[in-house]
């Protein structure tokens, strides 16, 4: 993990997001999921899961993995967000249906994942 030893690491987080917001416009994407990891990383040791930065952290990280055809690992940063906020809401684990890529021929064709639901 990533050490907390700054006087203000909510101020590194935000320099690491500023950083990542130029990595991907130089089209850097790898670079730019990276620092989004170390965002993710130093708000969920100051914060709690459920804090909207490390949700909408997440959410950043889907959006790149999905840019990337990562569909898999997307899915799987959506759902850990599905789940923070049922456990939140209270709805419990259980009210969350896993969503997986389906293989069918359409997926093939187009290279997009097909949701599936289990």
């Known amino acids: 993990m990533i050490e907390l030893n700054y006087k203000k690491p909510d101020f590194v987080a935000e320099l690491y997001q500023t950083l990542g917001t130029y990595q991907e416009k130089l089209g850097n994407v790898d670079a730019y999921q990276t620092s989004l990891q170390k965002v993710k990383a130093i708000y969920e040791q100051l914060y709690t899961p459920q804090d909207k930065r490390v949700i909408k952290t997440r959410r950043q990280i889907s959006i790149v993995l999905l840019k990337n055809q ?16 049922s456990l939140t809401l209270g709805t419990g684990k259980e009210g969350i249906r896993r969503v997986k890529c389906a293989s069918s021929k359409d997926s093939e064709v187009t290279g997009q994942c097909v949701p599936q639901f289990e």
Not at 70 to 85: G, M, P
């Open 70 to 85: 990562k569909f898999k690992e997307a899915l799987d940063e959506l759902h850990q967000i599905l789940v923070t906020a």
